[in-house]
């Protein structure tokens, strides 16, 4: 069983930086793909960026390329999305997901079979 809790979200100027994380409760031995979705209101959730248990691979959504950076501490358990140059467009809830047959990559919501609670990220203009 793997369980996800984010953290880190909040109300935040736009050109501001946010850092979301994820912190991970699963197996010792247990090694995730893991992503970060977000669902802006009355809007169908969609990717953000993923990255693997190893942390070596990471992908992008266009949106945030360049703005956006997803990093994992197998330390730790957690993975970090760290956003800088806000737009009021990035205002959405952020989910974390995680699945163990991902290795890298996934990209879509469906391949994901844990997710958590989700957490607010409000950019103002």
């Known amino acids: 069983q793997v369980e996800l809790v984010e953290s880190g979200g909040g109300l935040v100027q736009t050109g501001g930086s946010l850092r979301l994380s994820c912190a991970i409760s699963?197996?010792?031995?247990?090694?995730?793909?893991m992503a970060w979705f977000r669902q802006a209101p009355g809007k169908e959730r969609q990717f953000v960026a993923a990255?693997?248990?190893?942390?070596?691979?990471?992908y992008y959504a266009d949106s945030v390329k360049g703005r956006f950076f997803i990093s994992a501490d197998t330390t730790k358990n957690t993975v970090t999305l760290h956003m800088e140059g806000l737009k009021p467009e990035d205002t959405a809830v952020y989910y974390c997901?995680?699945?163990?047959?991902?290795?890298?990559?996934?990209?879509?919501?469906?391949?994901?079979?844990?997710w958590g609670q989700g957490t607010q990220v409000t950019v103002s203009s």
């Open positions: 997901a995680a699945d163990p047959t991902i290795i890298a990559g996934g990209l879509l919501e469906s391949q994901y079979d844990y």
């Open positions: 699963k197996r010792p031995s247990e090694r995730l793909g």
């Open positions: 990255v693997s248990w190893s942390g070596v691979n990471a």
